[in-house]
């Protein structure tokens, strides 16, 4: 479930070079605790930077989630936490109409984005070559480096194509 509170800080999160996080951002990335972030600055796999509030850089973050099996100190599987942060800011995008809900059915977590009038449409996060990506629709992908741009992404396949009648 959404709440207000919490779309705030998942839609600040838009991982660019150079570009850095502040704990609740990567706690949502990483689907981590303050807890587990303090591991992994002990570990000295993530450095937080800065005076005041640590942040923490999206290279290091990225290279967590990049990493085989995941690093120590994270959970192993960054899919649930890049699917939630996605899910809070789908309907910043598009409306208050989609319900976004993570799911665990069989070993692969996924989003369902349900839309009124709509079928269902399940969202994965999937590993490449070049890092993990969100693919839905069989055919259609975008960098989980970039949640705003997926969201954005998502939304417009949510939108009804021009000339056709809403239910």
Not at 70 to 96: E, H, K, M, N
Not at 142 to 151: E, F, I, K
Request: charged share 15%; net charge positive; aromatic share 4%.
């Amino acid at each position: 479930m959404t709440h207000a509170s919490d779309g705030p800080a998942a839609a600040d999160v838009t991982m660019t070079p150079g570009q850095m996080l502040t704990a609740a951002q990567a706690r949502k990335v990483l689907g981590a605790t303050s807890a587990d972030l303090a591991s992994l600055a002990a570990a000295g796999l993530l450095r937080p930077q800065g005076p005041g509030p640590c942040r923490y850089p999206a290279s290091q973050i990225e290279a967590l989630l990049n990493s085989p099996g995941g690093a120590p100190g994270t959970p192993s599987d960054p899919r649930p936490g890049f699917l939630r942060a996605l899910g809070q800011i789908v309907p910043a995008y598009a409306g208050p109409r989609p319900r976004c809900e993570l799911r665990h059915d069989g070993p692969h977590p996924h989003l369902l984005v349900r839309v009124t009038g709509r079928a269902p449409l399940a969202v994965w996060l999937v590993p490449t070559t070049a890092g993990w990506r969100f693919l839905w629709n069989q055919w259609r992908s975008h960098t989980a480096a970039d949640l705003p741009g997926a969201a954005q992404a998502i939304a417009d396949d949510l939108r009804p194509a021009p000339g056709s009648r809403r239910r």
